[in-house]
């Protein structure tokens, strides 16, 4: 026995910092009014992803508020810091329909480590009170009710992200060694279970489009909504800590009516995508309108020419705002002109695709780079993400291309054949 004795305490002698367990345990209040974060000795400063957080935070234990940070006043000890909730959540109205929950941003609330790395993640682990859910964008682990686990890697804190608290149920969607996990808000019922089945269908004309799942555990939250007119009327993704659609739905809402909607199909494409910055907006919204198309035809949501005619719809759009605008160039460009000129890009692109490589395609293209490189702890600009995508590819097909886009004033008119549209719409 003392010879196991020693043995283990020249184990931990020899440890290397990063195997010293690092986390934080959230406890939420059972009215669901403020969180106490405990964090695990060693974890060293603490800073704030969002100034939200100071007006409404109390440090309970062990620690001290040095400007937009929170130091350990004994870094041997465990820091115990109170937020109130009260205050986030002005613009997630939504809360009072399916009470009891709280939707906020989670850096109104976390604060992280200094030292926070991709090498260095911590461990976040939460209590709800009525076995309620804790849904944030980080990397789920295990989950039981009223007590949920996550891997926090510091993907685009300072983008912020979603946090849930309370009455929303949640389904994981395995694809091979990633998955989906897919949150609806509200009581277990019908409605829900629909729902879950609508994301799904999404998700799963993603996945045979491009090949793979995304290459991080994405979420998608959907929250019904009463009083609208539209099917989805707001859909959008979040970044911060990981990429998620949250996508806000009309109570009551048929499935037939939910898949005639393209919002989700639209959000879904993102996510095969890091977040594009240097007047990357046109590439993103424009491959994501391309896909949403491509999409809901190989689901059999709508008929491949219909979906066909919507896309050349979109693509004349875009034509006639240049025209109005004096053909300016497309960073410059109204919103016709930004989402319909990245998918004449994506268009084009996926016909030389295919026309130089038999199994090749730009979903898999992106497919591939997303199931390699994502998650990504930084924006990308467009030209480097198009470059890793020719990497991909092995041959310089989007840069080219994307260059010309960019230099021309006029919007670009991409050719293809009856047989181009025919494969890439799934007749073929």
Not at 30 to 35: A, T
Not at 311 to 326: P, S
Not at 383 to 400: F, G, K
Request: no cysteine; glycine share 8%.
């Amino acid at each position: 026995m003392a010879r196991l004795l020693k043995l283990f305490f020249l184990l931990l002698m020899v440890l290397p910092p990063a195997a010293v367990a690092r986390g934080m345990q959230v406890t939420i209040a059972d009215d669901l009014s403020s969180v106490d974060v405990r964090v695990s000795a060693g974890m060293g400063k603490l800073e704030a992803q969002s100034s939200e957080v100071w007006s409404s935070l109390t440090v309970l234990e062990n620690g001290t508020k040095r400007s937009r940070f929170l130091v350990p006043t004994d870094p041997a000890k465990e820091l115990v810091y109170r937020v109130e909730l009260t205050h986030t959540g002005a613009q997630w109205g939504i809360s009072r329909w399916h009470h009891p929950l709280r939707l906020s941003d989670w850096t109104d609330w976390l604060l992280t480590p200094v030292n926070w790395s991709m090498t260095r993640p911590f461990e976040l682990n939460l209590e709800v009170p009525g076995k309620g859910s804790a849904i944030l964008p980080f990397q789920l682990i295990r989950h039981s009710p009223g007590q949920f686990a996550y891997k926090a890697y510091p993907i685009l804190p300072d983008h912020g992200g979603l946090s849930v608290f309370g009455n929303a149920q949640v389904r994981q969607l395995a694809f091979g060694d990633t998955g989906i996990t897919s949150v609806v808000i509200g009581d277990q019922s019908d409605q829900t279970r629909m729902l879950f089945k609508w994301i799904e269908r999404v998700v799963q004309a993603a996945v045979d489009v491009h090949g793979v799942a995304p290459g991080e555990k994405s979420l998608v939250v959907v929250v019904p909504v009463p009083f609208v007119s539209g099917v989805v009327p707001w859909a959008h993704v979040m970044r911060g800590g990981g990429s998620h659609i949250i996508a806000y739905v009309k109570q009551g809402a048929s499935m037939i009516e939910l898949l005639e909607d393209w919002t989700l199909f639209h959000e879904m494409a993102h996510l095969y995508h890091p977040y594009l910055h240097g007047g990357g907006r046109w590439v993103s919204e424009g491959f994501a309108s391309y896909y949403q198309n491509v999409y809901r035809a190989h689901a059999g949501v709508v008929e491949p020419d219909y979906a066909y005619q919507r896309l050349l719809a979109g693509l004349e759009r875009g034509r006639k705002e240049n025209v109005r605008a004096g053909n300016r160039p497309v960073t410059q460009g109204g919103r016709m002109r930004t989402y319909w000129t990245g998918a004449a890009l994506a268009l084009g692109a996926d016909v030389a695709i295919r026309g130089s490589r038999q199994d090749g395609s730009l979903a898999l293209a992106m497919g591939q780079f997303a199931a390699r490189q994502m998650p990504v702890d930084r924006s990308w600009h467009p030209r480097d993400y198009l470059a890793a995508l020719d990497d991909e590819l092995a041959t310089p097909v989007l840069v080219p291309m994307y260059d010309d886009y960019v230099r021309d004033r006029y919007f670009p008119e991409p050719e293809l054949s009856t047989k181009d549209w025919h494969v890439i719409f799934g007749l073929d």
